[in-house]
């Protein structure tokens, strides 16, 4: 007969069960790690990092978030939420919290986890994957994590009136603007992404703009025609958006249809820019978080068949864990790891961008607090698994073929045989032939000089996908594939991130004349979003026309402005830990931020002033004047090299400024630190009141 536990027994038993479980995956993920830090000389196999990942996450979300939340922030679901207290059916609605898990992903999760692995995949494998997954679960998770917590407690303010409110009204003035300014660099920079990813696909460009009617039918559906029945309308959903995934093919592959949706450059431009005003200004449950939502699976659906293909297939991966360009001479990108693979990796690790969608849109729409950790913290991890993957797409193909395709043509030469003995002459061999038959496997003229990530990012995703289902004879589908999830991982960035900007301008609006910053005031509403619009629209279609114009020009600040703006949301989260009277955990936000600063500054300092004409602006631009100067430029492009050095000068101020605005915010946040522990200033937190849910637990 089997024994038959007492109560007390039973309690005991399933508390050893789950430290033995949880004993055992943080043990595999251990041995992951180590193996994928100390093994030296033959190819390591690929099943390793995907281990590696997914039991660190498991890992810090059992054990690191769940001490955040219940010691640092201590979430309470007795209290009210903006969605509850401030209901208006457009920006502020109550969600469900895994429709918000989807808005949430999809709003953060942009181009910076897919290409900056990618690109600094140069250094070899290890630096990144460490990087990502520490970075992740110590900074970028922590970071979206207690932002959306305090912008929750704030009754959904953003980023830059928390610096305000919470830090001082100068240092608050001052990031306010500088997060603004990021804001608007990063949009134009993803919105020009967009715009190439598209106008070369039907595909894409087909399944996207059908997005945008099913998010509205969705919308719909769970607003009038179902409430409440979220299972029901994701299966409709998701069955929408899988049947137009698959149609996107038919319509490349139909020469009237392709030319339907084959679209110029300036038309793509337009279409965006009224999508990104409708996504602005519409309410936010008829349109973008429907969509976000439905992108979501597409974005998880694709990465976490990516992981199950690795799992199945297990590529080798062939670059090294270090490469020669650790030194700096790397030609991709020059810099040096530190302070470049974390500037690059950016979004994967931590990014500054997703500070903004947790003080936007998300603390307006959650129902508990304590779903922010499942949606802050846990979002960020997915982001990161994301970061791996593409590591991991990026590693499997021969370090060779890597560098030629990511290389520009200034560095290892503009013809095949040029670029192959160049590349192979470091000691990564690599023929013409091969990739000239690579380009045509994949159905493109040519794969050298694409510079950028996204194409050899594409190259690894079809290599491992058509490992798995279809072979060689299917690896030109599977890369437009990835092209086209590529460009639909992006588009979410930006309607989310237009979104909080109308936030952003309408706070600031506020200050000039109060009814501009009333949120439900439709007037504030249209002037706010056509605003926010035509800032990084401008910069966008200018961008367009003129290869060295509108936002190309500002393209070198992204991955420093993201950072800088991570540094920034740091500073407020760690001042308001302190008002709160958390000096005992205040390390959980004050490392990462002290790391962060360090690395943005030193990464600043470099781009403006380092006498490496591949790192520095001003060098490069000075030793582009003296080739001007020594007649070395060719009459028809003096015009050019001197629009060059325009931009170059430009990039190094805006660079300047924007750290010397975020070092006037850690100046007043370290005056107002002092003030509080010196016990000469009484802490004044700007929380709102305490109110008490009126909605049951189950609701």
Known sequence: MFHEFAPGEEIILKRLLQIVAWTGVAALGAVALSTIALHRGEPINATWFVLAAVCCYLVAYRLYSAF??????????????????????????????????????????????????????????????LWLIAGAAFAGCVQDFVILFCSIRRDGKTLGEMAREEVSERGGLVAHLAVLAIMIILLGVVALVIVNALKSSPWATFTLAMTIPIALLLGVYLRYLRPGRVLEASLIGVALVLFVVVAGQWVADSPAWAKAFTMSGITLVFAIIAYGFAASALPVWLLLAPRDYLSAFIKAGAIFSLAAGILLVRPQVLMPPLTRFVDGTGPVFAGKIFPFCFITIACGAISGFHSLISSGTTPKMIQREGHARFIGYGAMLLESFVGVMAMVAACAMTPGVYFAINSPASIVGATPAAAAATISSWGYPVTADTMTGLAHAVGEQTLLNRAGGAPSLAVGMAQIFSSTIGGDRLLSIWYHFAIMFEALFILTVLDAGTRVGRFMIQELGGRIWKPLGRMNWMPSILLSSAIIVGAWGYFLYQGVVDPLGGINSLWPLFGISNQLLAAVALVVATTILLKMGKLKWIWVTLLPMMWLVIITMTASYQKIFSANARIGFLAQANALAAQIAAGKVAAEKVAEAQRNIFNLRLDAVVTAVLAVMILVLLVEALMQWYAILARTREPALRETP?????WAEGD
């Open 690 to 694: 305490y109110v008490a849910t009126q």
């Open 68 to 129: 955040i939340a219940a010691k640092v922030l201590a979430l309470d679901n007795t209290r009210a939420t903006p969605s509850e207290r401030r209901e208006d059916g457009r920006d502020f609605v109550p969600t469900n919290k895994w429709v918000l898990f989807g808005h949430h992903f999809a709003a953060i999760a942009g181009p910076g986890p897919l290409v900056g692995p990618t690109l600094a995949a140069q250094f070899g494998y290890l630096p990144g994957t």
